[in-house]
């Protein structure tokens, strides 16, 4: 079984306030937590193969149950995908306290190292942030290798999408259970569209780039993102079991967000895919025994 | 004037439902004064809507003017410039005052922000006419309406409290700011070790600048607990607060920059803690919190 918790589920900036309660303003932070065991309670003992992809603003959100365990102690061992180096992917990091408890093992995933590594190290430069304490993790990066590799117990593949500056999707399998990350990306370009629906051909869940209405997606073409509509047809496409739509815009507000999640469930209704609205806080289980 | 909080958050914005009621974006002051100017203080997280909302007005059509002054260049206050849409809009104004970073004027640090690799819209976008003003702290500027003299307070690298006059009254800012007695870690604030002498001083420097203010809003990001260990990260409590509130003989104190781990009633407790601790002084204490307006009145004082 694979579990999966939004910690940030927004797109572009951090977008707090009343209006946004329901689905939350952090930005993209995905934990995957895989579990031989198919019990509920072997979710409270996190001991299976965890990553987590991207470090929005989510983050926040997700280091305090971290930190009273063995992160907090000197004892962690974490994996971060980074599907591109856009801040709102990134700028959880800065404040973000397992970094800053030696012995804590970091290992950062992305296209290339340079690109990974010069991005992290612009987030901590003095210029931007306190230096407070020392960054006493010891961090790693590594180079994603597309046809596939194994990051912390899971097998991982990446495909490219389409956004400006690049960004990647990742295809995470453990045994028959996987789960697929495409954001930020923006359907339109026939073979990168094809490419993407076969690396989520057979995955149970595809958590998808749906930032704009198509109205809004008329008027901001070229800027990397989808309408809720575009991304509901290609998860059809791929006839994946769960739809989750992601990356929402700081200005949809939680009636904007209800009504888009309206008009994609009716756009998947008598297909056997469900589509559901990510939200801060959102857990899924794959792979459950009913 | 008017003084509008379009955020109040520091370290980093925080989108938890306990939060509502102060706020989760970060720190970002909006003033107007009686003849129409505006100005800013940081561009935080709580800039995005600020711009929204100006955008509804002559900045929409490329007409508007503000001053924008940065205390200093953490990601907390600037992280919210990119989405600043009037700076966007070709014929808007803007001057853009900073003490910049050790080292880096303020205008690189914003292109920083806008790199290939980090963020999708290149810093040419921003087409309207930005003037960008460095200074050294402890400066006088005068821009539009306002005569603004300024300080360094006791954070890591430059940081600049400001002291903010039209339309007669006084508004003085001081964020972030921390225990002077403690720790000395803003640059050129430095001394071999904290003594008596040099807290003195500096204490003196700060309560200078923020003379009878009608509304002084400081940082209050830790409660006593929470600031051993961190002395030198440069953050006040509400004891911090009221000191610089009496030495400095202010009007009302507004509690400023709270820690993104605390919640509404966090905050509350320590409004209320401000409160008692501040029985028989003269000024009033209240806590920032997004979307509050504060309105002075002819030649000074809250309404």
């Known amino acids: ?290 | 004037m008017n003084l509008t909080v379009y955020g109040a958050r520091g370290s980093y914005p925080i989108a938890r439902r306990d939060q509502v009621r102060y706020g989760g974006n970060t720190t970002c002051l909006h003033f107007s004064t009686r003849s129409g100017h505006n100005l800013i203080i940081d561009g935080g997280s709580g800039i995005r809507l600020l711009g929204n909302r100006l955008m509804e007005q002559e900045f929409g059509q490329g007409q508007g003017e503000a001053t924008i002054l940065v205390s200093h260049t953490h990601w907390d206050h600037i992280m919210g410039f990119p989405f600043f849409t009037p700076f966007y809009n070709r014929g808007n104004r803007f001057v853009l005052a900073s003490a910049g970073q050790t080292g880096s004027h303020i205008r690189d640090i914003l292109a920083g922000q806008h790199a290939d690799l980090n963020f999708p819209v290149p810093f040419e976008n921003l087409v309207a006419d930005v003037e960008y003003i460095a200074f050294e702290p402890g400066a006088t500027l005068k821009s539009g309406a306002f005569h603004i003299e300024t300080v360094q307070l006791n954070h890591p690298g430059i940081t600049v409290g400001y002291r903010v006059q039209a339309d007669g009254c006084t508004v003085t800012v001081f964020s972030d700011t921390g225990r002077i007695s403690r720790a000395r870690i803003g640059e050129a604030m430095g001394g071999p070790k904290p003594d008596k002498v040099y807290t003195r001083y500096h204490l003196d420097k700060l309560a200078y600048c923020a003379r009878a203010s009608d509304l002084l809003v400081h940082d209050c990001q830790f409660f006593e607990y929470q600031m051993v260990g961190r002395y030198h990260w440069g953050h006040s409590t509400v004891e911090d607060a009221l000191q610089m509130a009496r030495l400095a003989g202010v009007k009302k104190l507004a509690l400023f920059h709270f820690d993104p781990n605390h919640s509404d009633t966090d905050v509350d407790e320590q409004l209320v803690l401000a409160r008692d601790l501040s029985v028989g002084d003269s000024f009033e204490v209240i806590a920032a919190a997004e979307g509050q307006q504060i309105q002075f009145g002819e030649g000074g004082g809250t309404l």
Request: glycine share 10%; proline share 4%.
């Open chain 1, 1 to 290: 079984m694979i579990r999966v918790k939004f910690w940030g589920t927004r797109g572009s900036i951090t977008a707090p306030g009343r209006a946004n309660i329901h689905f939350g303003g952090h930005t993209a932070c995905v934990e995957v937590t895989a579990f031989d065991v198919d019990e509920p309670g072997a979710a409270t003992h996190i001991s299976g193969p965890r990553l987590i992809i991207d470090g929005g603003s989510g983050l926040a959100t997700l280091q305090g149950a971290m930190m009273t365990s063995a992160c907090g102690r000197g004892q962690g061992e974490l994996h971060f995908l980074v599907s591109h180096y856009h801040w709102d992917h990134l700028i959880g990091f800065p404040f973000f306290s397992p970094m800053f408890v030696a012995g804590n093992q970091i290992t950062f995933y992305g296209d290339t190292v340079e690109r990974l590594q010069a991005s992290i190290e612009r987030l901590f430069s003095s210029t931007y942030a306190p230096q407070m304490e020392s960054l006493a993790a010891r961090l790693d990066y590594k180079t994603i290798e597309a046809e596939g590799m194994n990051v912390a117990g899971f097998q991982v593949r990446a495909a490219q999408n389409r956004h400006p500056g690049k960004a990647m999707s990742f295809r995470l399998q453990y045994g028959p259970h996987a789960v697929v990350y495409s954001t930020d990306h923006e359907v339109g370009d026939p073979d990168t569209d094809r490419a993407l629906v076969e690396l989520a051909r057979g995955a149970q869940l595809w958590i998808l780039d749906s930032m704009f209405t198509p109205a809004e997606w008329e008027k901001s073409q070229g800027w990397g993102h989808s309408s809720h509509i575009a991304a509901t047809e290609l998860a059809l496409q791929a006839g994946v079991e769960t739809a989750v739509l992601f990356h929402h815009a700081p200005a949809h507000d939680d009636e904007m967000l209800f009504q888009m999640g309206r008009d994609a469930m009716t756009l998947a209704g008598g297909s056997s895919t469900t589509v559901l609205m990510a939200r801060d806080g959102l857990v899924v289980d794959v792979g459950r025994q009913k």
